[in-house]
């Protein structure tokens, strides 16, 4: 169903009141890409970023730009050359790439994040995605040490115990060890701690990849961590936590409650959508751990420790902690609540013409399935149901579509996801009351773009 921005009296006068208490976005935060066009002046490059953005609309999104030549009749009663002419054979090249026209859909780095001893993030497109898979090579990466080329062959596992009371027969496994045992495939979303960290401080922060992108969603492959520890005799009633170290050169290393193992949840993965993982998600061995932030998820997978309480180690008692209005930090809130965003249209696009557009987002929990999303276009003031495009998974990215009328005013677009365990995803208000405006993690607070009269969009925050 189409929704039209609502032209009553107090609607509008409410709309008017959320305009005065919004926070526009900084003008000169620009990406790579646009720095490169500056020089065809800010608004032919957003209308170019929306066009591209706006892929999903095929030929529509061209149609409405104003450069572009109105649908005529030469593109259909004249054959274009690739239509009349021999095709090109199998690529020589052993493994396939994008079309040459799809350069826009990179992985970014933010100028305003500083790179230290290889400790750097890149945002994954969201604004030019569709369904809920992330392409592997459009995969966000976040690394405390950089990423490291591993000899599959040279690589091993080890589960162990604090004690023998934990563990009752330690072993060592090699990637064609784990191979031959049945293996599980699921698809579940990952999204790191500090994913829309810059928010917090009300750095509003252009685009939806810079506020959302430290997110992917992949089909993972391997084999379940609870079928090894059975494999080493774990005593899984005594056992409360495991310690999982990487072999990178932080050796990062994180608690995971026993409950997220003996659910079945928690994956040794060596697959990624259909392939073996890329070097810079972990391969040749990664943690997954459903629901979980991304930094649990660790990397280069070399040791699995079982013991009885967990092990605040520099990563759990320095970082991923959430600083509280008291002064106080939260310790393992690892669980990664309820959360929307918009993503088409959204920051740094342009709307070029009046009437239909669909607005499309995506939705998360970490406690299971989305059960509903709901959109607004003034504010939060009105709300419609998204419809949910399937499948709809536990843990896993869910994508909203929902059709809009732009009348070619102001409006305020956001979305609202609710999950399963019934929890409702907070607005800014909500959550900086609970949790004050200095957190750097765990921001699932809604997402807010204002479209102005002349079709732009920018992140604005609703304080």
């Keep these: 169903m189409a929704i039209g921005l609502d032209d009553d009296a107090l609607t509008r006068a409410r709309f008017d009141t959320l305009q005065a208490r919004i926070r526009k976005a900084p003008e000169n935060f620009l990406d790579a890409g646009m720095i490169l066009e500056v020089g065809r002046g800010r608004r032919d490059v957003l ?20 450069e572009a030549k109105p649908a005529g009749e030469d593109a259909i009663l004249k054959l274009p050359p690739w239509s009349t002419s021999l095709g090109r054979p199998v690529a020589a090249t052993p493994y396939g790439m994008p079309s040459k026209y799809e350069t826009a859909m990179l992985r970014r780095q933010s100028p305003g994040l500083t790179q230290v001893a290889a400790s750097s993030v890149s945002f994954m497109p969201l604004q030019g995605m569709f369904g809920i898979i992330t392409p592997s090579g459009l995969h966000f990466e976040r690394h405390h040490q950089g990423w490291q080329e591993i000899d599959p062959s040279q690589h091993r596992l080890m589960v162990h115990g604090s004690s023998d009371e934990f563990v009752r027969k330690a072993k060592v496994y090699t990637l064609d060890d784990l191979m031959r045992i049945p293996s599980v495939s699921r698809m579940h979303f990952i999204e790191c701690g500090a994913n829309t960290g810059m928010e917090w401080g009300n750095v509003a922060v252009p685009t939806v990849q810079y506020t959302h992108g430290m ?36 050796s990062m290393t994180r608690t995971i409650p026993i ?23 972990g391969y040749p061995l990664r943690l997954v751990v459903p629901g979980v932030q991304g930094v649990s998820w660790v990397k280069w997978l070399r040791r699995i420790k079982v013991g009885d309480q967990p092990w605040a180690t520099k990563d759990e008692a320095v970082h991923y902690m959430d600083l509280m209005p008291d002064g106080q930090h939260r310790q393992y809130t690892s669980i990664q609540e309820c959360k929307s965003v918009i993503t088409s249209p959204s920051g740094g696009q342009t709307l070029l013409d009046k009437g239909s557009y669909n607005v499309t987002g995506l939705a998360w929990s970490g406690r299971g399935k989305i059960s509903r999303v709901d959109v607004s276009f003034d504010g939060g003031v009105n709300w419609v149901g ?5 499948p709809v998974l536990p843990k896993c990215l869910t994508r909203f579509n929902v059709g809009w009328i732009w009348d070619g005013g102001p409006a305020l677009l956001q979305s609202r996801a609710m999950d399963e365990t019934g929890f409702v ?19 699932n607070a809604i997402q807010s773009w204002k479209v102005s009269e002349s079709g732009e969009v920018g992140n604005v925050q609703i304080l």
Excluded: W
């Design 425 to 443: 995803q907070p607005g800014y208000r909500q959550l900086r009351d609970v949790r004050g405006v200095r957190s750097i993690y765990h921001n």
């Design 259 to 281: 409950e997220l193992v003996t659910s079945g949840e928690a994956i040794v993965a060596y697959g990624q959508n259909g392939e073996m993982l890329r070097p810079e998600n």
């Design 386 to 390: 998204a419809q949910l495009q399937t």
């Design 47 to 66: 209308r170019g970023a929306f066009v591209a953005a706006l892929a999903a609309l095929g030929g529509s999104a061209r149609a409405v730009a104003e």
């Design 215 to 250: 997110l992917s969603c992949s089909e993972f492959t391997g084999v379940p961590l609870r079928t090894l520890l059975e494999d080493c005799g774990v005593d899984l009633k005594k056992a409360k936590f495991v310690l999982a170290e990487g072999a990178d050169g932080s």
